[in-house]
């Protein structure tokens, strides 16, 4: 969009949310994106609905790709204010905002949190390598010097030190930040530990270590956490990808596996001693602040060390808190409404 389009923009979302009519824009804070910072959101939003004269945002739980997607899509009152990820947002997705007049994006990071891969505790617990899963969930495998459809079938097969049942995952779909995650983490760190030797050069390059099988193993279960753990409770020989959160809400009837001989706790999430951990994110139109009403007072409660400082209420559901200077600093960000630098 060019210059001209984005004044357009620009004048049309002023138009629609200043003057005589600015009340019967929007009167509650509208926030979309990632199921692993909803709950997070969610305990925040009651929290500013309880405690201030606004009304308690309305959060949907989106995907972190999806999330972006809508909140990206235009400003004023029929576009979200604020969308939750799982991971940053991307180059594609800051020019796409900025074609359609978004040009000032507030980063706020909010903290830490692991991937796990859950099972039922009726089942043992697994004690797996990155290579392990990326041999499990592969589309394609090395064989005989070759790429071929992945033929195994149960863990065993992969590694006679595990349990010969079916391999079954249940685990989210492309639009998940957390399926991002997974494959930047899991699958393509878990790829160079395997034996490569005798594949082409040309195989290579066509060759693709997060895409995943499609024969049932992987199961894509949606962007419903709390669905994958009661299906797990159902099924104790399959196995749920989500984040750490819903882990620890959940640790009567399910547990994680060890990764590299490494337990998803929070000790070890915090430490950066287990291997498959990310960073948290929401990101705010500075363009709604102050035309929808509570979006500053609603950063400032999710920003406050009563929230996610390391005693706050959100490390209580599994957060795992930023180091005091680089939580300081992004407080500062959302206390100047700081833009981040747009690529």
């Not at 949310?17 to 009167?27: E, T």
């Not at 500013?48 to 009304?55: Q, R």
């Not at 809400?249 to 929070?266: C, H, K, R, Y």
Request: with cysteine; glycine share 10%; hydrophobic share 40%.
């Amino acid at each position: 969009m060019k210059v001209k389009g984005l004044l357009v923009a620009g004048a049309l979302f002023a138009a629609t949310v200043v003057g005589a009519n600015a009340h019967a824009a929007r009167d509650y804070i509208a926030i979309v994106g990632s199921s692993t910072v909803y709950p997070f959101a969610t305990v925040v939003a009651e929290q500013f609905g309880k405690t201030t004269d606004f009304k308690t945002p309305k959060i949907e739980s989106t995907g972190s790709g999806g999330g972006l997607k809508l909140f990206c899509a235009g400003l004023g009152p029929d576009h979200p204010d604020i969308t939750n990820a799982s991971r940053a947002i991307k180059a594609s997705e800051q020019k796409t905002c900025a074609e359609n007049g978004i040009t000032e994006i507030v980063e706020v990071k909010v903290g830490y949190d692991g991937i796990v891969l859950a099972n039922s505790k009726q089942a043992g617990q697994l004690d797996l390598s990155r290579k392990d899963v990326f041999l499990a969930l592969a589309k394609h495998v090395p064989m005989d010097g070759k790429l071929v459809e992945n033929p195994y079938k149960t863990w065993a097969d992969i590694n006679p030190d595990l349990p010969a049942v079916a391999i079954e995952v249940l685990g989210p779909p492309p639009t998940s930040g957390t399926r991002d995650a997974f494959v930047e983490l899991v699958m393509e760190e878990g790829v160079e530990e395997v034996d490569m030797t005798g594949i082409s050069e040309d195989a290579m390059k066509e060759f693709e270590p997060g895409a995943l099988r499609e024969d049932g193993a992987y199961v894509e279960a949606g962007e419903n956490d709390n669905l994958i753990v009661q299906k797990l409770q159902a099924n104790p020989a399959a196995i749920g990808i989500f984040g750490f959160s819903f882990l620890d809400q959940n640790a009567d009837v399910i547990q994680g596996s060890m990764i590299e001989g490494q337990a998803p706790t929070f000790e070890n999430i915090a430490d950066g001693k287990y291997p498959v951990s990310r960073s948290l994110f929401f990101y705010v139109k500075k363009a709604h602040v102050g035309t929808i009403p509570g979006i500053e007072e609603y950063l400032a409660e999710f920003s406050s060390e009563n929230a996610w400082g390391p005693e706050g209420y959100l490390a209580d559901r599994g957060l795992i808190p930023m180091p005091d200077g680089e939580r300081a600093q992004f407080a500062a960000d959302v206390a100047n409404l700081t833009p981040m630098a747009m690529k």
